[in-house]
């Protein structure tokens, strides 16, 4: 997919890894519509995008709203025509500090699938179908390392992520031949507000910056044979040479 | 004929596997039914179907005028940026609007509080039907848009036992909100239809037009509908629809806005010419069809403005079987209701 001819949705878009694609994606030409619930930070992170010489759009809405999907995608479409690329990286860890399961109430637990999973679906369904009639989409899925491996603690957040990869999947699987791609990705440990609010004493030097793993998720984007349709990418995986050649890190 | 052969409304929207199909076949001047999913077989190689993949917007926005409480319908976008708009007196979606208060008369530079920041400042007045006004947004952009969606609310069905979610009144494959009410006969193509048209070998092509409103509350106001209204041609479909015509292949329009869009092309430019422009083409009984050869659309009352547009495909002796024939098999009528397929 060229990223110069993209309308692109990003959900999470204030801060964090949804910011640093929102800014990656516009680097290289998308128009942009960032999604958060607090209309400030997102207006900055729209603005400095516009600032850098970016089309940048600022969208305020919880995606866990139940009439969310139609409201997102209309504003969006208004704001910018049919949306070519969504990036569902809006997620919620459940639970702060994290806590086992046997501590986790229902209300947390149905939290994280409403923005994490049910988020990603309602928006994914808005938006498809003209992504199918003109036979041209790309469907991203951020996820976790939570997803596949089980760490104590992390419930909410593991179950939430581990069913949107299935979900990522299954879109695939019934948009086949249509020329719209569903596919999920890792982006592995980064210095974000997420990480130091689930794992408070990890040290940042050690993590990835979120501009260096949103050159690699554009890549993906940008290169089917990367992340083709139904696959579960990790972001650390995707060639290096690519990613530098991309990044600002 | 209303009352010979009066179609009762959906009270709740027809759920897709129950929506049902009539085929008004208008060779052979006969009349099959089917479940709507049989529509595919209905369909051959080398159509061009064409869909309108406008949004539908929350249209509606209460506002006050000094002390007087009243609601803003948008009508449709101009090229200019202003929205052709009605104003309605106070009352609610459950209310008929004839019967509703008449709005206050506004003037140039009048303005309207629609709450939470957003105002609409009248710019023009229609000279004939006080109620029909230009207005401009404040604020306009980005900051209209966000404003529109956290305050407007879709337009209603008075038939309906409930309000519908702006969700709910969506085609599956909507995209820029241009549609003020929802382009109702695309509703029953569910994306697995959309592939079975595809699948039989039909092309499925988009275009954008910005249905209006169905009712304004005025008599003589409703007397001209539908207003002019905006469409956009994609360079795609103007080449594929003007390639089908050339090769004599079926052009298939769903619903009265597409065909509305086509028509009213061809005849302003005398070719499909792509691009934005507005239609005031009326259709009717006497209108010669240059580019629609069949036409998917609800079933429709005779006493729809709808119905005339039929016309144009069927001769009245037809429709008006078909008429019955829904009647005595159930059909529902309107917007969320059962399909006719006139081909």
Redesign the interface.
Known sequence: MELSKTNALITGASRGLGRALAEALAERGARVVLVAREAAPLEAAAEAIRAAGGDA????ADVAA??A???I???A???V??LDLVVHNASTLGPVPLRPLSETSDAELERALAVNLVGAFRITR?V???M???GRGTLVHVSSDAAVEPHPTWGAYAVSKAALDHLAAVWAAELRG?GVRSFAVDPGEMDTAMHAAAIPDADPAALERPAAVAARIARLIEDPSLAPSGARVEAARVPAAEAVAGGRA | MRGAAHLPAAAEPRSPDAQRLLHVDLVERRLTHHAFDALASLARPGDAWV?N?A?T??ASLAGTVGERSVELRLAGRRASGRWRAILFGEGSWRDDTDARPPPPALAPGDGIDLGAGLSAVVTAVDARAARLLEVRFEPAG?AF??AL?ALGRPIQYRYLRRAL???E?????????WAVELPSAGRPLT?AR??ALRAAGAE?H?LTHAAGPSATGDATLDARLPLPERYELSEATARAVGDALDAGRRVVAVGTSVTRALEGAVRRHGRLRPGVDETDLRIGPTTERRVVDALLTGAHDPSSSHHALLRAFAPAELLRRALGESRRRGYLAHELGDSWFLA
């Open positions: 759009h600022a969208l305020p139940a009439d999907g139609a409201r995608a209309g504003t479409h208004a704001m025509g049919s808005a498809v179908g003209q199918v009639t003109r249509t | 869909l993949d949004a917007l929350p980005d848009w966000r969606y979610t702006l969700g009144l969506q085609t599956a494959f909507a995209a820029r909100p994306a959309v592939a499925v988009t």
